[in-house]
């Protein structure tokens, strides 16, 4: 009842917050214009992110117990926020802001909060800041459609939050609660069309929270520790896959991996068909998916859980190969229009206004003939079944 409680006054909280934010944000002129490597086709308020981080912070003052190891992680994602929002309001380097992250992971390493994962403490150290540098830039980078990273964040809080009461560690569970809360109250004005971006700092918060909530499992209370150490890879590996797909096919193609562009499995995705809301909800579905996996493997042992661990692993690979052949870039928003590239043509496509995921409608093919003359060719009205 508590975290229910937490959880709604921090969805409450956000609620109000973020159009408060939104108003300031446009008054501002914090406002994200579109861009040729950004899917968004209108401008749109950013720094949502401080709506998301007020709203929590809020609820942990009021709420969380006095549990010693929870204010240092709070107070180095707080800065990792502040990192964030300076990034938003004057654009730093990739360098500067990877600098101030790995600073951040050392201070959580250094507050005696880090991985179990090997016997040696220096190589859980490493592996410690590596993870937190990781998930704070993958929730970063997930952040390119409307409502996926908020939401994607949403399901990792509850599955934390459940993780954390299966292993009698409730007053820790209060975390995941509180945050998912007011990322909650933030989605309901982020999900397609968004009318606010949570921005870097809100993208960089939830990344740096989510990562060191996931260090704070008692790992001793598991008969499997196999299934326990790798509960917080599961519970997050959207954010790890989509980083994974985005870093290796930019450095394959000779790119930075810093570099924006529609090459994120979102793209991808759309561009195989799927309207922008059935691309993300398939990515929520596959988050819920992991989080059960995660829990279920609790109470696997010996060979059903190797097996069910290879299964996933193959299939999440499979996956992250296929989309890896996509190419995301030929997927392009355009407001109520979007124009996909395909086999040396262009394919123009409306929105559907009656369609209930707001997916688009083939309608021909775009041509040029010149710099003042573009015609649509082949146009035709589809039924709903064709």
């Known amino acids: 009842m508590a975290l229910a409680f937490a959880c709604v006054a921090t ?16 008054w501002a002129g914090f406002v994200a214009a579109p861009r040729g490597d950004r899917w968004h086709a209108r401008p749109t308020a950013s720094l949502g992110g401080v709506a998301i981080q007020l709203a929590f912070l809020g609820g942990y003052l009021v709420f969380q117990p006095a549990i010693e190891q929870t204010f240092p992680l709070v107070a180095i994602a707080t800065f990792v926020f502040a990192i964030g929002l300076l ?13 101030a ?48 990273a908020a939401g ?4 990792a809080c509850a599955f934390l939050a459940v993780t954390f009461v299966v292993n009698g560690q409730t007053e820790i569970a209060l975390m995941p609660a509180l945050l998912g809360g007011a990322v909650l109250g933030f989605l309901c004005f982020n999900r397609a069309p968004a009318t606010i971006f949570m921005g ?48 290796v096919t930019r450095r394959l193609a000779g790119r930075p991996v810093s570099i924006g562009g529609r090459d994120h499995a979102s793209h991808r995705l759309v561009a195989l068909g799927l309207s922008e809301q059935r691309a993300v909800g398939t990515l929520y579905l596959l988050a819920v998916l992991s989080g059960c996996f995660a829990l279920a493997m609790r109470w696997l042992a010996g060979d059903a859980l190797l097996l069910l661990l290879l299964a996933f692993g193959v299939a999440l690979l499979l996956f ?7 190419d995301g870039t030929k997927a392009k928003a355009a407001g109520p229009v979007l124009v996909y590239e395909t086999g ?13 995921d707001g997916g688009y409608a ?25």
């Not at 969805?11 to 446009?26: D, I, Y």
């Not at 994607?152 to 399901?155: F, G, K, L, S």
């Not at 870097?200 to 008692?218: M, N, Q, R, T, Y």
């Not at 775009?366 to 009205?381: A, F, K, M, N, S």
């Open 11 to 26: 969805f409450a909280l956000s609620l109000v917050l973020t159009p408060m934010v939104r108003a300031g944000a446009e």
């Open 87 to 99: 990034d938003d309001v004057m654009p730093m380097t990739p360098l500067a802001k990877l600098t």
């Open 101 to 148: 992250q790995l600073l951040a992971a050392a201070a959580v390493v250094t507050a005696g909060v880090r991985l179990p994962w090997t016997p040696s403490v220096v190589a859980n150290d490493v592996l410690t800041i590596l993870w937190l540098v990781g998930i704070t830039n993958a929730m970063n980078l997930l952040d390119n459609m409307d409502g996926l």
């Open 152 to 155: 994607i964040a949403a399901i």
């Open 200 to 247: 870097d700092c809100g993208a960089l918060f939830l990344g740096a929270l989510l990562g060191c909530i996931s260090l704070l499992s008692e790992y001793g209370r598991s008969r499997n520790l196999t299934a326990v150490l790798l509960t917080p890879v599961l519970i997050l590996s959207i954010p790890i896959l989509d980083t994974t797909l985005v870093a």
């Open 320 to 326: 992250g190969l296929y989309l890896g052949r996509v």
């Open 344 to 356: 040396g043509r262009s394919v123009l496509l409306l929105r559907d206004a009656d369609a209930i």
């Open 362 to 386: 083939p309608l021909g093919f775009l041509e040029d003939d010149g710099p003042e003359t573009r015609r649509i060719q082949g146009v035709r009205t589809l039924g709903r079944n064709e």
